[in-house]
């Protein structure tokens, strides 16, 4: 039995979240009771999303919406927009309150926390098999809990470093492949007022996600299920030293990066790279149409290059999909808006548009996917690196904190790494425990 979703914990954000004006109940629009009437009565779909916040998935989005509602099917999406890093916050006020949308959007790595606090819905039973049947078994792996496909991939994100391809001329540096490279590349970049990296060191999702893209590849497996179907954790091993000690020392001691690291947010690395105040970032494959929007003029002086290889080179299956409340009474208008945004045809001009690559095996190889030069290093990543599946042990939505926590103290010299690496252990072995004693 999985552990209950904790009521307690939930209640202290409830309020102050709910007076945010969310608004959107569990069931909207449709008076009618039965699927025949259903389908005659005009229904509003309520849905939550991040990427409409930010640039430029907003313009895409918002049109694809727009787009959609202009069919006059019957249907009409009303969205509601929370910042990527805030999203559980909010659904944990939701959930509280039975106030949540019809559907959602979320981070897969959140998919056990999210079905764990009874918010999800098996999408086998909203969407028909022909449809599902678009999507890769390990693509849709992501997103199952327990045997139940608990939400719809809806893009994914290769791993990689974007960089400044006019700095790295000026400077005459060549695209480094290993870590030593990577530091001795990132000094010769670090002059004046500029620097060598932008490093997110934010204790939030992109702060921590960023980190986890170079610990898996010092060889870190942060949970991992055995044959005899025990869990275990590398966090806090010697591995995840040296991931962590190598990953803060680029501030800490190599003095690579811009001042005030531990305040430095994805938007925020995106600016300093795009201003030239800095020549690479440590990011997704998503970074490269998020700068571009900012600042067009970049466009043909990016590049991007594999992270670094130290004990392996890994493609951690991630991104965001959506998810359906089980409470709506809207599923079939929410089927029919998700087919209409996740086809092939929206797949392709988003990917085209953001760099977020598609969930859809032909959309995956549509020759426009990964075209630009600038995506070419995320490009060999998704090709050649080992596919590496994110583990779905109850309690994972902790990690972000866990490993917050242990690069922030770092760099802000409260803790060594060892002393770090030691605390970020005991938070990941309790986990590891609590699951083992089911």
């Given at each position: 039995?999985?552990?209950?979703?904790?009521?307690?914990?939930?209640?202290?954000?409830?309020?102050?979240?709910?007076?945010?004006?969310?608004?959107?109940?569990?069931?909207?629009?449709?008076?009618?009771?039965?699927?025949?009437?259903?389908?005659?009565?005009?229904?509003?779909?309520?849905?939550?999303?991040?990427?409409?916040?930010?640039?430029?998935?907003?313009?895409?989005?918002?049109?694809?919406?727009?787009?959609?509602?202009?069919?006059?099917?019957?249907?009409?999406?009303?969205?509601?927009?929370?910042?990527?890093?805030?999203?559980?916050?909010?659904?944990?006020?939701?959930?509280?309150?039975?106030?949540?949308?019809?559907?959602?959007?979320?981070?897969?790595?959140?998919?056990?926390?999210?079905?764990?606090?009874?918010?999800?819905?098996?999408?086998?039973?909203?969407?028909?098999?022909?449809?599902?049947?678009?999507?890769?078994?390990?693509?849709?792996?992501?997103?199952?809990?327990?045997?139940?496909?608990?939400?719809?991939?809806?893009?994914?994100?290769?791993?990689?470093?974007?960089?400044?391809?006019?700095?790295?001329?000026?400077?005459?540096?060549?695209?480094?492949?290993?870590?030593?490279?990577?530091?001795?590349?990132?000094?010769?970049?670090?002059?004046?007022?500029?620097?060598?990296?932008?490093?997110?060191?934010?204790?939030?999702?992109?702060?921590?996600?960023?980190?986890?893209?170079?610990?898996?590849?010092?060889?870190?497996?942060?949970?991992?299920?055995?044959?005899?179907?025990?869990?275990?954790?590398?966090?806090?091993?010697?591995?995840?030293?040296?991931?962590?000690?190598?990953?803060?020392?680029?501030?800490?001691?190599e003095k690579v990066c811009p001042p005030g690291v531990t305040e430095t947010n994805y938007a925020s690395a995106v600016n300093i790279l795009s201003s030239g105040q800095a020549a690479m970032l440590i990011t997704g494959s998503n970074a490269v149409g998020a700068i571009t929007s900012k600042v067009p003029d970049l466009k043909g002086k990016l590049g991007s290059f594999m992270i670094p290889t130290v004990k392996r080179n890994v493609f951690s299956q991630n991104g965001f999909g959506f998810y359906v409340n089980p409470k709506s009474s809207n599923k079939e208008a929410v089927a029919k808006f998700l087919k209409f945004m996740v086809s092939k045809k929206k797949s392709i001009e988003f990917s085209q548009l953001t760099g977020r690559l598609p969930t859809i095996a032909t959309a995956q190889k549509d020759p426009s996917i990964g075209k630009d030069p600038a995506l070419s290093g995320f490009m060999e990543q998704l090709n050649k690196a080992k596919t590496f599946n994110l583990p779905t042990i109850e309690g994972y939505g902790e990690v972000n904190d866990i490993h917050g926590e242990a690069y922030q103290s770092v760099i802000t010299g409260s803790a060594t790494p060892e002393a770090a690496a030691a605390k970020a252990k005991t938070r990941a072995q309790a986990i590891v425990d609590e699951a083992n004693q089911k």
């Open positions: 039995m999985r552990t209950k979703f904790k009521l307690a914990t939930a209640c202290m954000v409830a309020g102050a979240l709910l007076l945010t004006g969310c608004g959107a109940g569990g069931s909207a629009s449709s008076k009618s009771s039965s699927g025949a009437e259903s389908k005659k009565a005009p229904v509003t779909i309520k849905y939550i999303s991040s990427t409409i916040l930010e640039s430029p998935e907003k313009e895409f989005e918002q049109s694809a919406i727009d787009e959609f509602n202009a069919q006059k099917n019957g249907v009409t999406v009303e969205v509601e927009g929370v910042a990527a890093n805030d999203l559980m916050q909010k659904y944990t006020a939701l959930a509280t309150a039975n106030q949540m949308p019809d559907f959602y959007m979320a981070d897969m790595k959140n998919t056990t926390q999210l079905v764990d606090m009874g918010i999800t819905d098996d999408m086998t039973k909203i969407l028909d098999k022909k449809y599902l049947s678009q999507f890769g078994k390990d693509t849709l792996d992501g997103f199952t809990i327990d045997g139940k496909l608990s939400g719809l991939p809806w893009f994914t994100v290769a791993q990689g470093v974007v960089y400044r391809k006019d700095l790295f001329e000026k400077d005459k540096v060549q695209v480094p492949k290993t870590w030593d490279e990577f530091v001795a590349a990132a000094h010769k970049l670090t002059h004046g007022d500029q620097y060598g990296i932008a490093l997110v060191g934010s204790k939030d999702a992109s702060g921590a996600g960023r980190f986890q893209y170079v610990i898996r590849n010092f060889g870190v497996d942060e949970f991992k299920k055995g044959s005899d179907g025990k869990w275990s954790t590398d966090i806090g091993g010697p591995n995840y030293v040296k991931a962590l000690k190598s990953f803060t020392d680029l501030d800490t001691k």
